[in-house]
């Protein structure tokens, strides 16, 4: 059963209208950096807490931006290494300064290592109705090599939690390509996700990005990328999920019928949302920003009255068309190939090679394009 209607033509208008409908939180603490992830992340500091959590809600005042939220996003980080009490009193300030009437999908991140029936009840009663945790995998060395603080025996215990708290809609994520990683790892990994039955899994190719103690690896030549390997797993994942009922309906995302994440469709069909918190993107009408990348000059900033923008920048309307089809492109929904053909000029070659596909008057891609994804989206962007 279809929880609300989705895809890109459940998601048009608000380049037109006043209000933005999506927002995403930045909650920047994690209980530990994994070595692999580029995202903007500190170690819990207690001191900075509470600071920061007015700071968000400071954030919200001072952007002035009206919000009539459809869906919200708490990512990280890891936001559920807030405390309950911490949690309570962010939760409870947006909702004195927020418009929930139609709010349709919430999403929390969370690691396994942070969850408790307390937290699930309370971000429940408050109104997040889906919770996303990150897994990577059921392989005790693997978790090791990622540096995850959890164990597989905390993801069983923390997922029953979750269905007992009552969260109906989780998802779970998971890394393939990590070093060292084995097809039949890989398949237990499937085959252990599938046994819990979750409502959605996300499949992760891993990359050494800048910055992160996995590219220095990389680097020095003691971690090896073997990009036909990663073409098996991807393989394997498509393969795997789809005989188990599970539609792909993005190059790393699946879902059962009615559990696509509606906030991430917004982002890929070109929604204007807001982001709060240090390193959080905005795209609202055609201008586009990223606060800074430090909670301390974050925290400095709103007390000080002032936002604390950086890499703002005009979009215009030839770019912000190209992005939304070279995302809309990795979606099962495709887009119009009448726009398609005004840009690509290889579009018949590409149809005929089986790289994309027809779906009425859609173009996307398929299964055999998926491999390629990234080297199709160039010739976009």
């Known amino acids: 059963m279809r929880l609300y209607p989705i895809g890109p033509e459940s998601n048009q208008g608000s380049a037109t209208t006043a209000a933005v409908r999506h927002l995403y939180v930045h909650i920047p603490f994690c209980l530990q950096i994994c070595p692999y992830c580029s995202f903007y992340k500190e170690a819990s500091d207690r001191n900075k807490t509470q600071p920061f959590l007015d700071s968000l809600l400071g954030e919200l005042q001072l952007a ?84 995850r603080v959890h164990s597989v025996e905390q993801v069983l215990r923390s997922y029953d939690v979750l269905r007992k708290a009552g969260v109906r809609n989780v998802n779970l994520d998971f890394i393939f390509g990590v070093p060292g990683q084995t097809p039949d790892q890989w398949r237990d990994t499937l085959a252990e996700a599938l046994r819990l039955g979750p409502e959605h899994l996300s499949a992760y190719c891993l990359t050494y990005e800048e910055d992160t103690a996995y590219f220095e690896k990389l680097q020095a030549g003691e971690y090896f990328q073997d990009s036909d390997q990663d073409a098996r797993f991807y393989e394997v994942t498509m393969e795997t999920l789809e005989r188990a009922g599970y539609e792909q309906y993005e190059i790393s995302n699946f879902a059962r019928p009615g559990y696509e994440c509606a906030h991430n469709v917004a982002y890929w069909y070109g929604e204007d949302y807001l982001g709060l918190g240090p390193s959080a993107y905005s795209t609202v009408g055609s201008r586009r920003w990223q606060n800074v990348c430090d909670t301390e000059k974050y925290i400095a900033g709103i007390r000080s009255g002032h936002l604390p923008r950086i890499n703002e920048e005009r979009l215009d309307p030839a770019t912000k068309t190209a992005e939304r089809l070279a995302f809309g492109l990795r979606t099962r929904w495709g887009v119009p190939e009448r726009e398609l053909a005004g840009v690509i000029q290889e579009l018949p070659a590409m149809l005929a090679q089986g790289h994309l596909e027809r779906a009425g008057e859609r173009i996307r891609l398929t299964a055999r394009g998926r491999l390629v994804a990234d080297s199709i989206a160039e010739l976009l962007v």
């Open 64 to 147: 002035g931006q009206e919000l009539r939220c459809e869906t919200i996003f708490f990512g990280g980080g890891t936001p559920t290494a807030l405390s309950l009490k911490q949690l309570d009193y962010l939760l409870t300030g947006l909702h004195r300064n927020l418009d929930f009437s139609a709010l349709r999908e919430w999403t929390f991140e969370m690691n396994p290592a942070t969850v408790s029936h307390d937290k699930a009840r309370l971000l429940l009663d408050h109104g997040v109705n889906r919770i996303s945790m990150g897994v990577q995998s059921f392989d005790p060395g693997l978790l090791k090599t990622l540096g």
